[in-house]
């Protein structure tokens, strides 16, 4: 009686470990499936790009990403918008590469991306602050997992792969507040000078009580990211000073990038994590093992393409006449299944 009783029971029991597992499998899915999701991407770029670098994107992450990348430009563009619909923003910034337009346009993104969670929680500064603080505590639910990621129009990104750096960066999050707890900022970068640099003079003339006087910059050519509390930090402080990026640029008298470092190092003393998997057009890219590994990579566009990825050892290479750049054969050989991929 017992016997069959617990023989009855087996049946129940099974099926209630198959409903469980298979919830659990549908909830690593949906993870796995939403985690790119929380990274939001922006190609900073100018009319004069559309054609000749952008169409390389569409042709490959910038179309897988879907709602995740956007695109920040300088003149409307009805090519750009069909294909994108409302992921293109025109800004009011100049066309032109130099240092005032370059950091206007970081800075719209910037200023964006933090708009665009404000509805979730307030952006005045003492909230933002308690907000990530509250994150890492997890009494937030995952405010924390946001990111934003800056990238040039002649750089490749590898989604998933720049998302496990991502995740990395905030699980080795080192302990730097005064009360032991993980920083909740994070800016995520890779250096394309050995050592750090000396703060620029006419900066320090302006910020001569800052704490520290170096300061590293992650390449804005490799991508630069930083998550959703850092961001709202930092739009916080820059307009609590009633500036903009563009003002601090002007002060330093640097590029966006490195003006975002110093505002990152020195002022705000969230430390630039450096990250391997990133990498500009500064760096030999020929040298890279393989291609597919990694999270973001560029090519020399303004030089004709005399550094790029060696595309040898990869499993699906176009001739060097239809892939100049080679990110059409390092896209292919993460995709071998694309139709216009070599098979
Ligand atoms: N860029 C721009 N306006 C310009 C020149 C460049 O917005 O007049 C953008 C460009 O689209 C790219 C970034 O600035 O995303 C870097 O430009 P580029 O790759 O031409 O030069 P680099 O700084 O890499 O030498
Ligand atoms: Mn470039």
Redo the contacts with the bound molecule.
Sequence with gaps: MQLGKRLSLFPGIALVVAVVVQVLLLLAICRSATGSQKITIAV???Q??HKS?IALLLRTWLSESQSSAYVFT?AEDTVLSDALDDRVFVTDCG???QRA??CC?TWRIIDWYVTRWATTTSTTAATGVQAAEAAVAGQNGDADDRWLCLV???TYVNIPVLQTVLENAARTSSTSNSNGKPSPYLYVGKPSVAGKLSLPPMFRMNYGDAPIDKYWFGTG?AGVCMNLAVARRLHAFIVGMNKTLVTLCGETGCPDDMTLGVVMEVLLGVPLRVSTKLHS?LESLRSIGDPTQEATLSYN??AKYTNTVNAERLSKALPVSEDPSRLLSVHCSIHPTLEWCPH
């Design positions: 900073k770029t100018s004069k790009n670098r300088d066309q032109s590469h337009d370059l346009k040039d129009d002649d050519g057009h566009a303004g």
